[in-house]
C-alpha cells in the first residue's frame, strides 16, 4: 500500500460538572442494567433470557454473568445455569467422524490443563467421570439433554458449547456448524479453563449455554507491511494466536520476499519452500486460511502466455507444498504505464484498459489453475485503485469483466481510514462489482514508524462485518507489538454488537502479559503514551487526566501522578520478554521521558535541579529507529502529554 504521513494531536482537558457526572452515573447503571437482561436474537435460536436459576444472556465484549469468566471474542449469547461440573482426573472423550485432530487436540489440552491426567478418546465414561461430546455439523442428543438447541441453523464457524448435568452425571459438549465451528467451540472451552490472562487453570466448569457465531466469514491477518519483516517463529505464532482468537485467514504478503515480488516468475529453492510447507501446515492445524500472495505487477506482461504460464507455475509449486489459498495483489504499481509494448496493442490506453487487463490475467488464472483443483478458496485480488468508493474508469472496467469467483480488497474511504461505515462498503462492492474483503491498515506503522501504535481497534461501525466478505488487519512490523490490536480487532470482527474498544484493547494486554500482574501494569502504562493514531487521535489519555489533576492541585494527584511515573519508567524491564528487543526504543524513551517527569516534579517540590529535568528530556528524545526507507527518525511517546508536562515545569 502506498505510504502516508501522520500527525499528532494534543489531549485536550475539560472539567466535568459534579451534577453532569452523577446523571451520567446514573444513567451508565440504567444502561447497564438493562443490557444484563437480554441480547439479541440469532440465528437458529430464540432470544436469551433470565432464568429463574440465574442464568442471564450476554452479550457485552468483556463482561460475564456472576461465575464466568471474560471470554474472548465475546460470544453472541451465554447463559449461566447453576451449578458447576469438576473436570476430574480422568476424563471421557467422544467424538464424531467430521471432528478434525486439531479440534479433539485443543480439548485434550484444555482439560489436561484443567487437571484431567487421563483423557480417553472414543471410550465410555467411568462413574462420576466428565464425559466431553465433540461433533461437527450434526447435533448430538447429549445437547437435548443440557438445553441447548443444535447448531443447524448457524453460520459457517458457528458453535455451540453446553456444561451441566445429565440426571446427575456431567458433561460437556461441543458442537460446530462445520469444523471451524467445532475448534472455535474448542477454543472457548480452552478460556473457561484458563481465563484470559490468567496464569492459573480452573479445576471445574461453569453449568452454562454458549450459542455462538462470526459477523463475518473471513477475520484475520495481512502481512503486508514495509520494513523489517517477521521470522519464521513470529509468523508460527501470529497464527497461533489467531487461532485461539477465532481469527481464521492469514495473508502472507511480506514485502521482502524477492519471490513475491521481483523474482516472482522463479520457483522457489527449496530450503525457502520449506518454510512456508511449515506455515502452511501449522495454518491448517489453526484452522487458519493460509492465503499466498504473489506480487507480479511491477513487471507483468498481462498479455503474455508466458507470464500467465510463469504466474500458474508458481502457484503449482506452492499448491503441491500445501498451500490452498491464493492472492494476486496489483496495488503499488504505476497504473499509468504499461510493462510491455504488447500490452498497449492489446488493450488500448487510459486507466479503463488497466483495469481490463488485469480483469483478464485474474480470470485466467482462476481457470486455469483454481477451477482444475478440488476445495481451493477464492482467488484474491488488490486492485490497484484500492481506496475510495468514488466511481472511475479503472473501476467500472474492472467490475464489467472480473469473474464473479475473486474477491476483491479495499482499505475504505482512505488508504489508512479513521473510520469505515458499512454503506461506504457497500458502494465500494457496488463500484468493484464485489463484495469488499476489508484490507484494514491498522494496527500497521511503516508510514508512521516513529511511532508504536498500542489503541485498540475503532472506528468501524457496528454493521460493517455483516456488509463485507471478511476484515483483514494489517499489523506491525513488530509482531507481539500488534497482538493488543489484532486481538481487539478479533473482538471485533466476531461480534461487533458486544464490542467495547477499551475492554478488548485491555483484555489484550493481558493476554500479552500472560499473567504477570507486574507486566500488565507496565503494558498499561506504556500503551496508554502509544495509543494515538489515525484511527484514534487522543495521545496518553489516563496520564494526560494524571497531570491535569495534577495541575489543579493536592497531595493525591501529586501521588497517583509520581505512581504512574515510575511505573513507566520502569517498563523496560517490567514488560513482557516478547515485546523488549522490538520495543527497546520506544521503551527507552518512555523511561527517559517519565524520569524527567519525575525530576521535574521534584523541583516543583524544591529538590533536585533543573539541569537535571532537561538532560533527562535530552535523553529521552534521543531514542531512534531507522524506517523501511532507510531514514533515522527520532521515536515519539507520549506526544503532546510528557514532553508538555516538562516544558511547563522548566519554561521551555
Known amino acids: 500500500m502506498r505510504r502516508q504521513t501522520v500527525e499528532g494531536a494534543r489531549v485536550r482537558q475539560f472539567r466535568v460538572p459534579p451534577q453532569l457526572l452523577l446523571g451520567f452515573v446514573l444513567g451508565l447503571v440504567i444502561v447497564v442494567s438493562a443490557r444484563a437482561c437480554g441480547g439479541p436474537d440469532g440465528p437458529g435460536g430464540t432470544p436469551a433470557a433470565a432464568s429463574a436459576d440465574g442464568g442471564s444472556a450476554v452479550t457485552r465484549a468483556g463482561a460475564a454473568p456472576a461465575g464466568l ?36 487436540d485443543a480439548v485434550t489440552r484444555a482439560l489436561r490443563a484443567g487437571g484431567a491426567r487421563e483423557v480417553r478418546l472414543g471410550d465410555a465414561p467411568r462413574s462420576g467421570e466428565l464425559l466431553v461430546t465433540v461433533a461437527t455439523g450434526g447435533t448430538p442428543k447429549e445437547l437435548s439433554a443440557l438445553g441447548a438447541d443444535g447448531p443447524g441453523e ?58 455462538d457465531w462470526p459477523a463475518t466469514p473471513a477475520r484475520g491477518i495481512v502481512e503486508g507491511f514495509y520494513g523489517k519483516p517477521w521470522s519464521q517463529r513470529e509468523r508460527l505464532e501470529q497464527l497461533d494466536f489467531a487461532a485461539r482468537f477465532k481469527l481464521d485467514t492469514y495473508v502472507y504478503g511480506p514485502k521482502d520476499d524477492p519471490y513475491l515480488r521481483a523474482r ?54 506452492l499448491w503441491d507444498a500445501g498451500v490452498r489459498a491464493f492472492a494476486v495483489p496489483l ?93 461506504q462498503a457497500r458502494e465500494a462492492g457496488q463500484r468493484y462489482g464485489h463484495a469488499v474483503l476489508v484490507w484494514d491498515n491498522y494496527p500497521v506503522n511503516d508510514y508512521t514508524a516513529q511511532h508504536l501504535l498500542l489503541g485498540p481497534y475503532t472506528g468501524r461501525d457496528e454493521g460493517l462485518p455483516g456488509a463485507v466478505a471478511g476484515l483483514l488487519a494489517n499489523p506491525m512490523p513488530q509482531a507481539a507489538a500488534s497482538d493488543p490490536a489484532l486481538f481487539s480487532m478479533a473482538a471485533y470482527a466476531w461480534n461487533p454488537t458486544g464490542y467495547r474498544p477499551a475492554d478488548a484493547l485491555d483484555a489484550g494486554l493481558a493476554v500479552l502479559a500472560g499473567g504477570d500482574g507486574r507486566a500488565l501494569t507496565a503494558l498499561r502504562a506504556f500503551a496508554d503514551v502509544n495509543r494515538a493514531s489515525r484511527l484514534d487521535s487522543g495521545q496518553a489519555p489516563q496520564l494526560a487526566a494524571l497531570t491535569a489533576a495534577y495541575w489543579r492541585g493536592g497531595g493525591k494527584a501529586e501521588r497517583a501522578l509520581r505512581e504512574r511515573l515510575s511505573v513507566l519508567a520502569s517498563a523496560p524491564d517490567a514488560v513482557p520478554a516478547a515485546l523488549r528487543a522490538p520495543a527497546a526504543p520506544w521503551l527507552a524513551s518512555a523511561r527517559d521521558w517519565a524520569r524527567s517527569a519525575l525530576a521535574a516534579l521534584d523541583v516543583r517540590g524544591g529538590k533536585g535541579s533543573r539541569a537535571r529535568v532537561l538532560s533527562l528530556r535530552t535523553a529521552a528524545r534521543s531514542h531512534t529507529i531507522v524506517d523501511w526507507q532507510g531514514r533515522t527518525r527520532p521515536v515519539e511517546v507520549g506526544t503532546g502529554v510528557l514532553d508538555a508536562f516538562v516544558a511547563r515545569v522548566v519554561g521551555q
Not at 449469547?77 to 471432528?99: E, F
Open 331 to 423: 496495488d503499488d504499481i504505476d497504473i499509468d504505464r504499461w510493462n510491455c509494448a504488447r500490452d498497449a496493442t492489446v488493450y488500448g490506453s487510459g486507466r479503463g484498459a488497466v483495469g481490463r487487463a488485469q480483469a483478464d490475467l485474474l480470470n485466467r488464472v482462476r481457470r486455469e489453475f483454481l477451477d482444475a483443483r478440488p476445495g481451493p478458496a477464492p482467488l484474491l485480488t488488490v486492485p490497484t485503485e484500492y481506496d475510495g468508493s468514488a466511481a472511475s474508469p479503472y473501476k467500472s472496467a474492472l467490475a464489467d469483466r472480473l469473474d464473479r469467483g475473486v474477491s476483491v480488497m479495499w482499505t475504505g474511504p482512505l488508504i489508512v481510514s479513521p473510520s469505515i461505515r458499512a454503506d
Open 69 to 104: 469468566p471474560a471470554l474472548w471474542p465475546a460470544p453472541r449469547r451465554v447463559r449461566r445455569d447453576t451449578g458447576s461440573v469438576r473436570i476430574g482426573r480422568g476424563v471421557a472423550v467422544r467424538s464424531d467422524a467430521g471432528t478434525d485432530t486439531a479440534t479433539l
Open 154 to 211: 448457524l453460520t459457517a464457524g458457528g458453535y455451540v458449547l453446553a456444561v451441566g448435568t445429565d440426571h446427575g452425571r456431567p458433561r460437556a459438549v461441543l458442537a460446530g456448524a462445520d469444523a471451524a465451528g467445532a475448534f472455535h467451540a474448542a477454543q472457548t472451552l480452552a478460556q473457561l479453563v484458563r481465563p484470559v490472562g490468567s496464569a492459573a487453570a480452573r479445576t471445574e466448569l461453569p453449568a452454562l449455554r454458549v450459542r
Open 264 to 317: 516472482w516468475r522463479e520457483r522457489y529453492p527449496e530450503t525457502r519452500l520449506a518454510g512456508l510447507r511449515t506455515l502452511a501446515r501449522r495454518a491448517e492445524a489453526d484452522h487458519v486460511s493460509f492465503v499466498y500472495a504473489l506480487s507480479p505487477g511491477q513487471s507483468v506482461c498481462y498479455s503474455s502466455a508466458a507470464d500467465t504460464a510463469a504466474l500458474v507455475g508458481k502457484f503449482r509449486q
